[in-house]
């Protein structure tokens, strides 16, 4: 009788020993199911859609009122790196600067500058020759068809 | 048959132990996790976090930012104590910030979080916390994560209680943890405590558009502790729940003089009630009190402080029907409402029960005036009367209390390191999981709110011992989150928490994220010393101020050669940050300055005050990696002595 009661005693302790040993053993062998290459692999910026030539068009006379608000947007946020001369700054000057780039060029430049530089081989041959990159602005494409004017009258436009 | 059991026995011995060695030895605080918690918590690089969990810093004064579930540090928000990372409270901008009728306070003690909410859940607007040592609360813009007002709070003596709010944030409540003689009599014997000391308990008004904070008026209670609180919600909207120690009114070693009595309280505050009265005309404007009031200029990044002189207090011995006494086991310190509004929860620190209050019950109470006797002049109402019921044996040391949204409630306890979850309709505990060590505060997602979000509970502790690689004496905080989506907590994660972070608040990031400023507009800046484009640099004298207008971009600063400053002279630099991309500030330190560098965000101006105290020419440098020409970012400043005749003249670039 004493017998079959300590086995009574005993094996209830076995068990419990047994589980929580095996929760740990299903620690250690389980296998990770996570993808980690899967969770890691690219993850493109987003730069937004560029502008196509077509969109932005010149026309003769220059808008007086665009060169004018185009100015003072290039005292605040231009001016730091661009001289109106050829002669450079931090980024290139922009004498001429109208005559060698396209009109979607510069606009693509001024409102999208890290799609240009991830995208446009001559964006990224200046970036190689100031080794800064040109930072964005958050001009709005309205802001920067004026500068843009005002490049243009910079190149003696009228 | 002895024979036989000894055999048995030490063979079923031999059998568990040759077993227990089979597993891994444990190593102290070592704990069994489910084989998947790892993918629970994991975030892949680049990706985002499912909620921001803003955190108290306790004794360093700030407010932390953890991502959840990866338990990442995004952001420590400086609030009530300088940062010389940034130039918080050294700044010519940001020094007013820390202004209190003291004068310049540096440093305060930040424990307890409340997001503004509306009808009762969170709107991600806004953050509240606490200065518990020099009363103040502060609000911090989630928008910029920046502190954008302070106010003080005046007739308080530890603002512990606070920042408590309402469920569409009409107020902050902040009471006090140490009352104090008040009035025009505030010079009398500490023994004198029973007579002259009182208690207040002040309702901050926020307004709904801006945020400024306001006092509407403060109540005059009785000089016992208040320690924590909660607003009602839905059916309790209009109440306030406060827990209240030292009924013993002892004002020496309260760990045995304020722990004497069976019960102390919760105090059950009708604010609506003391509305009524002050519209009536009730309060006493009080005009012998001084404490100081500061808000940022978004526009200028200016704060502006100011000394109030004036506040309107009620007294609610002379008001019936806005307090009644709600007696509560042993030296109670949490007291947490249920999402639903119906319950309340308080944590006696020496009880062995956790008391679960009903509100339909107190208003019974109230209405039939069962009261078991008064406190003061304030009917206690009978403890049974109002008792929903009590949770017996949770576990040792009962704190604090958060909900899910299935009716269960999740409280702390300090003493016998754990989470006890529990039903709060029946009392029933249902799991409980250690924590490591000694849990204080705990949070929920929405924990606090009328729709928790559940799916996490984050246990900050109050001690570490050998939960990291050893630092010295001197440890960080242990914080774990649990996995509470299933019926058992279970543990996924250990991360380390700066400072001491007492209460805390979780919120899904879309709410905040979505709203996040990115860069200051310069069209928009509107500080007297902005510089708008190079061309507006500048050096002015005024008297023996020197005013350097200075703007930085990628990589130079406008002007970066100065000389005409003389020895006694204070030399001003604004610096206007010409960036307009996002995460691309300017830092600016000169040699030998007294106070700290500033940080200067896009667009943005910030001015740092130097005192030169020699002659000679200083160095000055951007301190943020800005870009490949990062090292080339710097200036001289020129200083000449006192009777010397060097004019001011200033030149970036000229050969």
Same mark, same amino acid.
């Given at each position: 009788?004493?017998?079959?009661?300590?086995?009574?005693?005993?094996?209830?302790?076995?068990?419990?020993?047994?589980? !929580?040993?095996?929760?740990?053993?299903?620690?250690?062998?389980?296998?990770?199911?996570?993808?980690?290459?899967?969770?890691?692999? !690219?993850?493109?910026?987003?730069?937004?859609?560029?502008?196509?030539?077509?969109?932005?068009?010149?026309?003769?006379?220059?808008?007086?009122?665009?060169?004018?608000?185009?100015?003072?947007?290039?005292?605040?946020?231009?001016?730091?790196?661009?001289?109106?001369?050829?002669?450079?700054?931090?980024?290139?000057?922009? !004498?001429?600067?109208?005559?060698?780039?396209?009109?979607?060029?510069?606009?693509?430049?001024?409102?999208?500058?890290?799609?240009?530089?991830? !995208?446009?081989?001559?964006?990224?041959?200046?970036?190689?020759?100031?080794?800064?990159?040109?930072?964005?602005?958050?001009?709005?494409?309205?802001?920067?068809?004026?500068?843009?004017?005002?490049?243009?009258?910079?190149?003696?436009?009228? | 048959?002895?024979?036989?059991?000894?055999?048995?026995?030490?063979?079923?011995?031999?059998?568990?132990?040759?077993?227990?060695?089979?597993?891994?030895?444990?190593?102290?605080?070592?704990?069994?996790?489910?084989?998947?918690?790892?993918?629970?918590?994991?975030?892949?690089?680049?990706?985002?976090?499912?909620?921001?969990?803003?955190?108290?810093?306790?004794? $360093?004064?700030?407010?932390?930012?953890?991502?959840?579930?990866?338990?990442?540090?995004?952001?420590?928000?400086?609030?009530?104590?300088?940062?010389?990372?940034?130039?918080?409270?050294?700044?010519?901008?940001?020094?007013?910030?820390?202004?209190?009728?003291?004068?310049?306070?540096?440093?305060?003690?930040?424990?307890?979080?409340?997001?503004?909410? *509306?009808?009762?859940?969170?709107?991600?607007?806004?953050?509240?916390? $606490?200065?518990?040592?020099?009363?103040?609360?502060?609000?911090?813009?989630?928008?910029?994560?920046?502190?954008?007002?302070?106010?003080?709070?005046? /007739?308080?003596?530890?603002?512990?209680?606070?920042?408590?709010?309402?469920?569409?944030?009409?107020?902050?409540?902040?009471?006090?943890?140490?009352?104090?003689?008040?009035?025009?009599?505030?010079?009398?014997?500490?023994?004198?405590?029973?007579? /002259?000391?009182?208690?207040?308990?002040?309702?901050?008004?926020?307004?709904?558009?801006?945020?400024?904070?306001?006092?509407?008026?403060?109540?005059?209670?009785?000089?016992?502790?208040?320690?924590?609180?909660?607003?009602?919600?839905?059916?309790?909207?209009?109440?306030?729940?406060?827990?209240?120690?030292?009924?013993?009114?002892?004002?020496?070693?309260?760990?045995? $003089?304020?722990?004497?009595?069976?019960?102390?309280?919760?105090?059950?505050?009708?604010?609506?009630?003391?509305?009524?009265?002050? *519209?009536?005309?009730?309060?006493?404007?009080?005009?012998?009190?001084?404490?100081?009031?500061?808000?940022?200029?978004?526009?200028?990044?200016?704060?502006?402080?100011?000394?109030?002189?004036?506040?309107?207090?009620?007294?609610?011995?002379?008001?019936?029907?806005?307090?009644?006494?709600?007696?509560?086991?042993?030296?109670?310190?949490?007291?947490?409402?249920?999402?639903?509004?119906?319950?309340?929860?308080?944590?006696?620190?020496?009880?062995?029960?956790?008391?679960?209050?009903?509100?339909?019950?107190?208003?019974?109470?109230?209405?039939? $005036?069962?009261?078991?006797?008064?406190?003061?002049?304030?009917?206690?109402?009978?403890?049974?009367?109002?008792?929903?019921?009590?949770?017996?044996?949770?576990?040792?040391?009962?704190?604090?209390?958060?909900?899910?949204?299935?009716?269960?409630?999740?409280?702390?306890?300090?003493?016998?390191?754990?989470?006890?979850?529990? /039903?709060?309709?029946?009392?029933?505990?249902?799991?409980?999981?250690?924590?490591?060590?000694?849990?204080?505060?705990?949070?929920?997602?929405?924990?606090?709110?009328?729709?928790?979000?559940?799916?996490?509970?984050?246990?900050?502790?109050?001690?570490? *011992?050998?939960?990291?690689?050893?630092?010295?004496?001197?440890?960080?905080?242990?914080?774990?989150?649990?996995?509470?989506?299933?019926?058992?907590?279970?543990?996924?994660?250990?991360?380390?928490?700066?400072?001491?972070?007492?209460?805390?608040?979780?919120?899904?990031?879309?709410?905040?994220?979505?709203?996040?400023?990115?860069?200051?507009?310069?069209?928009?800046?509107?500080?007297?010393?902005?510089?708008?484009?190079?061309?507006?640099?500048?050096?002015?004298?005024?008297?023996?101020?020197?005013?350097?207008?200075?703007?930085?971009?990628?990589?130079?600063?406008?002007?970066?050669?100065?000389?005409?400053?003389?020895?006694?002279?204070?030399?001003?630099?604004?610096?206007?940050?010409?960036?307009?991309?996002?995460?691309?500030?300017?830092?600016?330190?000169?040699?030998?300055? /007294?106070?700290?560098?500033?940080?200067?965000?896009?667009?943005?101006?910030?001015?740092?005050?130097?005192?030169?105290?020699?002659?000679?020419?200083?160095?000055?440098?951007?301190?943020?990696?800005?870009?490949?020409?990062?090292?080339?970012?710097?200036?001289?400043?020129?200083?000449?002595?006192?009777?010397?005749?060097?004019?001011?003249?200033?030149?970036?670039?000229?050969?």
């Amino acid at each position: 009788m004493k017998f079959i009661k300590f086995q009574h005693l005993i094996w209830p302790a076995f068990s419990i020993a047994f589980i !929580s040993c095996s929760g740990e053993l299903k620690e250690e062998t389980k296998q990770q199911q996570v993808n980690i290459e899967e969770l890691t692999k !690219s993850q493109p910026e987003v730069h937004g859609t560029m502008v196509k030539e077509e969109e932005i068009m010149f026309s003769n006379p220059l808008n007086a009122e665009w060169v004018t608000t185009g100015k003072s947007i290039y005292e605040i946020k231009c001016q730091s790196c661009h001289k109106l001369t050829n002669e450079r700054l931090v980024g290139p000057g922009w !004498s001429g600067v109208t005559k060698k780039r396209t009109p979607a060029w510069l606009t693509n430049m001024i409102t999208n500058v890290d799609m240009m530089l991830e !995208s446009d081989t001559e964006a990224q041959k200046l970036l190689e020759l100031c080794l800064v990159r040109m930072p964005n602005q958050n001009l709005t494409r309205e802001e920067s068809r004026e500068v843009i004017e005002f490049m243009r009258k910079n190149d003696g436009e009228k | 048959m002895r024979t036989t059991k000894t055999i048995l026995f030490s063979l079923t011995i031999s059998l568990i132990m040759s077993l227990h060695q089979g597993c891994k030895p444990r190593k102290p605080g070592s704990v069994l996790i489910d084989g998947d918690a790892a993918s629970k918590v994991y975030i892949a690089p680049g990706k985002y976090d499912e909620f921001y969990n803003f955190v108290s810093g306790g004794f $360093n004064g700030q407010m932390s930012v953890y991502g959840l579930p990866s338990g990442r540090c995004l952001k420590i928000i400086p609030v009530f104590s300088v940062s010389p990372e940034n130039g918080y409270g050294y700044s010519e901008e940001t020094k007013q910030m820390l202004n209190t009728s003291h004068g310049f306070v540096p440093w305060d003690d930040l424990h307890h979080i409340s997001l503004s909410q *509306k009808n009762g859940e969170y709107d991600g607007r806004w953050a509240f916390g $606490n200065g518990n040592n020099t009363p103040r609360i502060a609000r911090v813009d989630l928008k910029t994560f920046r502190t954008a007002e302070i106010i003080e709070i005046p /007739n308080t003596g530890g603002n512990h209680s606070s920042p408590f709010i309402t469920e569409n944030t009409e107020y902050i409540m902040a009471s006090t943890r140490f009352s104090v003689p008040i009035g025009n009599k505030t010079d009398v014997p500490i023994g004198t405590y029973k007579e /002259n000391f009182k208690g207040t308990v002040s309702f901050i008004s926020v307004d709904p558009n801006s945020g400024r904070m306001s006092i509407a008026f403060q109540l005059l209670l009785p000089g016992v502790n208040f320690d924590l609180a909660r607003a009602g919600k839905g059916k309790s909207h209009g109440w306030f729940f406060l827990s209240c120690y030292n009924s013993e009114k002892a004002n020496t070693l309260l760990e045995v $003089n304020a722990s004497q009595k069976d019960k102390d309280f919760i105090m059950a505050i009708n604010w609506k009630k003391a509305e009524e009265y002050l *519209k009536a005309g009730k309060g006493e404007k009080v005009s012998n009190v001084k404490y100081a009031h500061n808000v940022l200029d978004e526009k200028t990044h200016i704060t502006h402080s100011e000394i109030l002189t004036e506040v309107t207090v009620l007294d609610p011995k002379e008001l019936p029907g806005i307090v009644y006494i709600i007696p509560c086991p042993k030296s109670p310190h949490g007291c947490d409402t249920d999402p639903t509004g119906e319950y309340i929860v308080a944590s006696g620190k020496l009880a062995a029960v956790i008391p679960v209050f009903s509100f339909t019950k107190m208003q019974q109470a109230i209405a039939n $005036n069962t009261i078991e006797g008064d406190y003061d002049g304030f009917p206690v109402l009978k403890y049974e009367a109002v008792l929903h019921g009590e949770v017996q044996k949770p576990g040792l040391g009962p704190l604090h209390t958060e909900f899910d949204a299935n009716g269960n409630a999740y409280t702390t306890m300090f003493v016998s390191s754990e989470i006890v979850k529990w /039903n709060i309709e029946k009392l029933e505990v249902l799991d409980r999981v250690s924590t490591y060590y000694s849990p204080g505060h705990l949070c929920i997602p929405g924990g606090d709110t009328k729709k928790p979000w559940g799916k996490y509970v984050i246990a900050y502790n109050k001690i570490t *011992k050998d939960r990291y690689l050893p630092t010295g004496p001197e440890l960080a905080q242990a914080a774990q989150l649990y996995d509470i989506s299933g019926e058992k907590m279970k543990l996924l994660l250990d991360f380390p928490t700066i400072g001491e972070p007492h209460y805390a608040n979780a919120i899904p990031a879309e709410l905040i994220s979505k709203n996040s400023k990115k860069i200051y507009r310069i069209e928009e800046n509107e500080n007297p010393y902005v510089s708008k484009g190079e061309a507006k640099a500048k050096v002015e004298r005024k008297g023996n101020e020197v005013h350097v207008y200075m703007t930085s971009i990628r990589s130079h600063f406008v002007p970066d050669n100065i000389e005409g400053v003389k020895l006694g002279d204070n030399v001003y630099f604004h610096l206007t940050n010409l960036e307009q991309d996002w995460d691309v500030p300017h830092g600016f330190a000169v040699k030998g300055a /007294n106070n700290a560098e500033i940080l200067t965000m896009p667009g943005e101006t910030q001015t740092l005050k130097w005192t030169p105290d020699r002659v000679g020419v200083f160095p000055f440098y951007c301190t943020d990696f800005c870009s490949a020409l990062h090292q080339e970012m710097s200036g001289y400043i020129r200083v000449s002595a006192q009777d010397a005749n060097v004019p001011i003249t200033y030149s970036t670039g000229q050969k």
